[in-house]
């Protein structure tokens, strides 16, 4: 029986003190693939836990990234996005917190992970963060965004990205400009990646996310998050596997 333990996992950074979760089958003593997940702009949440705590029970280690430091828990959208925002607008900063995350993933003791086996998926802004990793260049097998945005100051960064790209759209979201979607693409094949772009029709914002309850901009839907995880898992059994 699955036994999905949550730890926290603390760290500094430039001074600052960030607190990750990691999240695993504690019956489970060997090595598993590690995933570095980037939660919504709400950051390390309960919401973020449940998701992470769900993802494990497949067969991973997830780690939650810390992306605003310890002392940072947004309690509703103001405060998210005030923490968001610099680092949206900040991108080497934004990948320098997920690359620490990264190697947190890689160095913490509470679970065994196969480092040869890593990928990043991330929610919203969150997907924003893990493309931003992929482009870095760290060896990560996977990347995924769900209803993320998909723009980026240098598009020949994409040259560094090592594994396969995945990205789970909304059709219907109002908060990715149409644009974003031909220039991702172009810049993808210009860089000679493995991605897939799914377009979820009616989707909206936020489709993961249980709590999201703004009809035509912020919204679960249930169908649709399955769907997205499922496309999800299924990269991730394909490249761990190959």
Known sequence: ????????????????????????????????????????????????????????????????????????????????????????????????RMQAAFEQLQAQTEANVDTTRLATFGFCFGGCCALELARSGVPVKAAVSFHGTLDTP????????????????????PFVPKEQLPAFEAEMDAAGVDWQLLSYGGAVHSFTDTHANLPGKMMYDAKTAARAFKSMHNLLEEVFSA
């Open 1 to 96: 029986m699955s036994q999905v333990t949550v730890r926290s996992v603390t760290y500094q950074l430039d001074g600052q003190t960030y607190e990750s979760r990691v999240a695993f089958d504690a019956s489970h003593t060997g090595p598993r693939p590690g995933l570095l997940m980037a939660p919504n702009w709400m950051g390390v949440s309960a919401g973020a836990e449940k998701i992470a705590q769900d993802v494990a029970a497949k067969g991973y280690v997830v780690l939650i990234a810390d992306i605003y430091g310890q002392a940072i828990r947004p309690q509703d959208n103001d405060q998210a996005g005030a923490a968001m925002m610099p680092l949206k607008n900040d991108r080497a900063l934004l990948r320098k």
């Open 154 to 173: 240098n598009v020949n960064d994409a040259k560094h990205i090592k594994g396969s790209v995945l990205v789970l759209h909304g059709a219907a979201d």
